[in-house]
T-cell receptor, first 113, second 113 residues
Framework: KQEVTQIPAALSVPEGENLVLNCSFTDSAIYNLQWFRQDPGKGLTSLLLIQSSQREQTSGRLNASLDKSSGRSTLYIAASQPGDSATYLCAVSRTSGTYKYIFGTGTRLKVLA | SAVISQKPSRDICQRGTSLTIQCQVDSQVTMMFWYRQQPGQSLTLIATANQGSEATYESGFVIDKFPISRPNLTFSTLTVSNMSPEDSSIYLC??????????FGPGTRLTVL
């Protein structure tokens, strides 16, 4: 059974710091991995999608990498801002043909002004 | 991407009653899902909403408790039946577009007294 864990569970940093969020999964047979952001009491916003054939994706100050063999993904946030404060979730989907996602436990990020 | 709306955005209900949540998408989509997010926890998939046929439920979720309708490719409803305080959660619908990228609605925050 696939399990997805995110470390740390919570993180508080001063504005301007570069930071790394970690996501690990127990079954390396994934089809893709997606990073989301969730603001308190709200739905999820898609940040980055990494397909199984890819190693990383970039969007603005965000960079996500994927290492299937070791069961890990990292989300790198450069020059963090208070507006980045949110919960970050990673989710993995199994092999092609099914689009069901298994979500990680989340990292609560607070960027202090 | 897709624009996904949910109604209601939040509700407070009495124990033993039922609530129907609507999900509307601005384009036709094949894959639509319903998730639950209990307080302080990550997302759990309830079921896949299939157009023209019965929904496919995940382990631990049953049709009598969470009946789902999918009359067309842009709309779905999830009913939470015979509610108890343990059903207090955020309920989210999602769709899959493009290269298996998942997008979420804003969620429905349900409180059961």
């Amino acid at each position: 059974k696939q399990e997805v864990t995110q470390i740390p569970a919570a993180l508080s940093v001063p504005e301007g710091e570069n930071l790394v969020l970690n996501c690990s999964f127990t079954d390396s047979a994934i089809y893709n991995l997606q990073w989301f952001r969730q603001d308190p009491g709200k739905g999820l916003t898609s940040l980055l999608l990494i397909q199984s054939s890819q190693r990383e994706q970039t969007s603005g100050r965000l960079n996500a990498s994927l290492d299937k063999s070791s069961g890990r993904s990292t989300l790198y946030i450069a020059a963090s801002q208070p507006g980045d404060s949110a919960t970050y979730l990673c989710a993995v989907s199994r092999t092609s043909g099914t689009y069901k996602y298994i979500f990680g436990t989340g990292t609560r990020l607070k960027v202090l002004a | 991407s897709a624009v996904i709306s949910q109604k209601p955005s939040r509700d407070i209900c009495q124990r033993g009653t039922s609530l129907t949540i609507q999900c509307q998408v601005d384009s036709q989509v094949t894959m639509m899902f319903w998730y639950r997010q209990q307080p302080g926890q990550s997302l759990t998939l309830i079921a896949t909403a299939n157009q023209g046929s019965e929904a496919t439920y995940e382990s631990g979720f049953v049709i009598d408790k969470f009946p789902i309708s999918r009359p067309n490719l842009t709309f779905s409803t999830l009913t939470v039946s015979n509610m108890s305080p343990e059903d207090s959660s955020i309920y989210l619908c999602s769709v899959v577009l493009g290269p298996i990228e998942q997008f979420f609605g804003p969620g429905t925050r349900l409180t059961v007294l």
